[in-house]
């Protein structure tokens, strides 16, 4: 004889209730056990993230491309508003690429690619301790025409949108490691 209660009985209901509830219960605990903590929002007693990227000074760069990427990190950091007294310093190499996507029976190329890679490193100004060193890279891409200036707006508005894909990862990557550092 089964001993299990027939899942149209009231007993088999209430099983089925219990065991959901216990599947409940522990993902609960599961998901309480989680670390995942906003970056941005100030927490009590926790890391300051935004005042902390607002006191990052920028070393200035040579060309235009450069520029971009240091242009939409300062104002990452700071929304636009003033800049907190430097605490870190952010070193950057920017290198622009474009490349060729392809090419047409008569050996033209109509679509190109823009890859701005930077290399990077945030120090304590302070103490001169290393923070985080890395390299990102952003990509856009852009369609030639048989037109001189528009080949050459096309190219600006890609390698722009490209500085933009890559100090925005920069601008994350940068307040993850401050808001997992440990104070002092």
Known sequence: MDSTPASGTTAGRVARLARGGLVALGLGLFAS?????????????????????????IEDVNDRVGQQVRNNLILGFTGGGKAAPPRYDLAMRVISREARLGFERDE?????SVTVTVTYEL????TGKVILRSLNRGVASYDRSNQAFA?????IDAEDRAAQSVADDIQLRLAAALATRKPG
């Open 33 to 57: 056990a989680c670390t995942i903590q906003p970056v941005y929002m100030p927490i009590a007693n926790g890391p300051q993230v935004a005042a902390d990227l607002s006191a990052i000074s």
């Open 108 to 112: 033209t190329a109509p679509a190109y």
């Open 123 to 126: 120090k304590e100004i302070s």
């Open 151 to 155: 080949n050459q707006r096309a190219r």
